[in-house]
Nanobody
Framework: VQLQASGGGLVQAGGSLRLTCAASGRTFNTYGMGWFRQAPGKEREFVGYISQSGTSTHYGDSVKGRFTIPRDNAKNTVYLQMNSLKPEDTAVYHC??????????????????WGQGTLVTVSS
């Protein structure tokens, strides 16, 4: 599967932004989808995950309560809705797809496919 992330940009602190990850192929609903981010000079960080059916979601502590991950299997698309953005949310955001199940959704090594990343910059 190929993933294309888009929707990044510059936003003021407190604002909102929605990222989109569009997937190719007919088997999108067999992949759990994750979002990760990496800020300059920092390690890659788990942002959130949604299961294949969309019934289960998990979020990193730093974004819990502010970010959500809807998905639309009919459109082969997953989103990252980001609200109440903070300057520390500035990073390149990547979507990723994994075939597996279970509790290792936070581990980037468990993902089979990655999108190219989209830059989000939050100004103070």
């Amino acid at each position: 599967v190929q993933l294309q992330a888009s929707g990044g940009g510059l936003v003021q602190a407190g604002g909102s932004l929605r990222l989109t990850c569009a997937a190719s192929g007919r088997t999108f609903n067999t992949y759990g989808m994750g979002w990760f981010r990496q800020a300059p000079g920092k390690e890659r960080e788990f942002v959130g995950y949604i299961s294949q059916s969309g019934t289960s979601t998990h979020y990193g502590d730093s974004v819990k309560g502010r970010f959500t991950i809807p998905r639309d299997n009919a459109k082969n698309t997953v989103y990252l809705q980001m609200n109440s953005l903070k300057p520390e949310d500035t990073a390149v955001y990547h979507c990723a797809a994994r075939l597996g199940f279970g509790g290792t959704y936070y581990d980037p090594n468990q993902y089979n496919y990655w999108g190219q990343g989209t830059l989000v910059t939050v100004s103070s």
